[in-house]
């Protein structure tokens, strides 16, 4: 609007997808990264979810990049890591900072939400608390601001050992549910055994 009403006002968009990293108030990572640290099974809804985050210094850097850069007025950069992850590639990476083995179960999408655990899965995007593929372009950041995003699992572990031993505050969403899924988890599990022996 205030473009619109100025058309000469200068300006530079920046434009992050999620962004994540140590001191998170969101506590999106945090989500799995109490579940690993207790050991038990990591419930996740199957599906096709890929997606690129970027870590906060990352993102904090490309703000300084375009300070005074008249290069870069009128235009628009996406920042976001390299790397596309999926959900089960993103739980593993948080489980590879931690030196954790991850006990990860993934269940159809329904059962997941009929039992009530979507309402506290981590928001990555959009209305519904879901991953879906959102895989920004950020080539015209590498090439005009010299962008340089931090390795995904080197800032992932950074993220995941500062939660671990730094973080005092409340549990992550649904926690007080988390022997229903660990419950979950392991049911599915033995039911899908079962009937995988059949052939």
């Known amino acids: 609007m205030l473009c619109r009403a100025h058309p000469r006002f200068p300006f530079t968009i920046i434009r992050?997808?999620?962004?994540?990293?140590?001191?998170?108030?969101?506590?999106?990572?945090?989500?799995?990264?109490?579940r690993l640290l207790d050991g038990g099974e990591v419930l996740l809804p199957r599906g096709d979810y890929h997606f690129r985050q970027?870590?906060?210094?990352?993102?904090a850097g490309a703000f300084l990049a375009v300070l005074g850069n008249v290069r870069c007025l009128g235009k628009a950069y996406n920042v976001a890591?390299?790397?596309?992850?999926?959900l089960?590639?993103?739980v593993e990476s948080i489980a590879a900072g931690l030196g954790a083995a991850p006990r990860i179960v993934e269940i159809p999408h329904p059962l997941f939400e009929g039992r009530g655990f979507l309402s506290d899965f981590p928001s990555y995007h959009g209305p519904r608390?879901?991953?879906?593929?959102?895989?920004?372009?950020?080539?015209?950041?590498?090439?005009?601001?010299?962008?340089?995003?931090t390795p995904y699992?080197?800032?992932?572990a950074l993220t995941a050992g500062w939660f671990a031993q730094a973080y005092r505050g409340p549990a992550s969403a649904g926690y007080p549910?988390?022997?229903?899924?660990?419950?979950?988890?392991?049911?599915?599990?033995?039911?899908e055994a079962k009937f995988l022996s059949r052939f």
């Not at 992050?16 to 999106?28: F, I, K, N």
């Not at 970027?54 to 993102?59: A, R």
């Not at 549910?177 to 039911?191: D, K, M, S, V």
């Open 88 to 90: 089960r590639q993103h």
């Open 16 to 34: 992050p997808p999620v962004v994540s990293g140590p001191a998170d108030p969101t506590l999106r990572a945090y989500y799995f990264i109490q």
């Open 81 to 86: 890591s390299r790397e596309i992850v999926s």
């Open 153 to 156: 699992g080197e800032w992932m």
């Open 54 to 59: 970027v870590y906060s210094e990352d993102l």
């Open 177 to 191: 549910r988390r022997q229903e899924e660990i419950r979950l988890a392991r049911e599915y599990r033995e039911q």
């Open 129 to 149: 608390p879901l991953f879906p593929c959102i895989v920004p372009d950020i080539a015209r950041a590498e090439a005009e601001l010299d962008f340089r995003p």
